[in-house]
């Protein structure tokens, strides 16, 4: 099959291109940074330098492919974010619908159908073809993005780890933490993004009268998870992994969480947008929709993920 992955060498799109060359697929990767050709071009496949901003490129990339996996990177310097994944969604429409492919899996979200600003499932409405919307659960990776805060070094990290954690861990030495208006005790499912790659690895390569089982021509909705547990308990699995066994996970309100936001420079349009789907998670809604779909749980576990973690927070 000629598949094309979009993505670039992303935590996802590199796992999967692998995945699809080493089974013999002709492979074409998106990529909007010419320095990854080479590397793509090492994995087996070919590059397509260019943007998904540009339908253009992407109706001439998308030529005689059998199937595409399309994704919208987020873009956190956008205002609106929103509005951003609704227009990138409308571009793969556009291209897609010119091609006319009949295999189609795109990125999604585990909260596509409770954020009506974040569904961007709704755009492909009445494509055609074979539809798989991917809706993972919140992905490992996320902790890369608050290694600063599990630090918790300098004056921040300290007055952070004095009203959060008190007086008594702040002369332990015990600073650092996660924070968010979602934690603390809350039940959420994690995935790692080698357990999404492979999920969408199966759905790309499935034949498109498969997909349906009730042959209603609907598109196919498949959640993927990892690994179910409290924040806290994720807390301890990434600090022990660490040398920080203490670590919690402190949940504030949303209200909290958004003053948070707008202190950090944060656009108040995405900060808005990160609240509300944090707080859908903390609602329990999330959890709710991934149970009731009843997916098969991926391979790897928190505790692996920890590992490679580590290697990147004891990094100078």
Not at 109 to 123: C, F, M, P, T, Y
Not at 206 to 222: E, F, V
Not at 270 to 290: C, D, P, R, W, Y
Request: glycine share 8%; net charge positive; charged share 20%.
């Amino acid at each position: 099959m000629k598949i094309i992955v979009t993505g670039s060498l992303g935590n996802i799109s590199k796992p999967l291109i692998q995945m699809l060359v080493s089974q013999g697929h002709l492979v074409t990767v998106i990529s909007s940074n010419a320095r990854n050709q080479q590397e793509i071009e090492m994995l087996g496949a070919t590059a397509a330098i260019g943007s998904i901003a540009n339908v253009n490129f992407l109706t001439r990339t998308f030529q005689r492919a059998d199937a595409v996996y399309a994704m919208i990177p987020l873009n956190y310097s956008v205002p609106d974010l929103s509005e951003y994944m609704q227009q990138m969604a409308l571009n793969y429409r556009r291209a897609l619908q010119t091609v006319g492919i009949k295999r189609i899996v795109v990125l999604s979200g585990w909260a596509a159908d409770i954020l009506s600003g974040e569904n961007i499932e709704s755009v492909f409405d009445g494509l055609g073809g074979a539809i798989t919307f991917m809706r993972p659960a919140s992905f490992y990776t996320n902790f890369y993005q608050s290694i600063q805060m599990i630090r918790g070094a300098g004056w921040m990290g300290k007055l952070l780890a004095l009203r959060y954690l008190g007086l008594g861990a702040v002369l332990a030495g015990k600073t650092g933490l996660l924070l968010g208006n979602f934690g603390g005790n809350d039940r959420t499912i994690f995935v790692s993004p080698v357990d999404i790659a492979a999920a969408v690895a199966e759905e790309l390569l499935l034949q498109p009268d498969k997909t349906n089982a009730d042959n209603s021509g609907k598109p196919t909705i498949r959640y993927v998870g990892s690994e179910e547990m409290t924040c806290n308990e994720a807390a301890r699995i990434i600090g022990t992994a660490i040398g920080k066994p203490w670590l919690k996970w402190v949940l504030v309100s949303n209200k909290q969480m958004l003053r948070m936001l707008k202190m950090a420079k944060m656009p108040r349009k995405l900060a808005e947008t990160l609240v509300e789907m944090q707080s859908a998670i903390h609602s329990g809604k999330t959890l709710e929709n991934f149970h009731r779909n009843r997916p098969r749980m991926g391979q790897v576990k928190l505790a692996d993920f920890a590992k490679e973690f580590a290697v990147v927070y004891n990094k100078k």
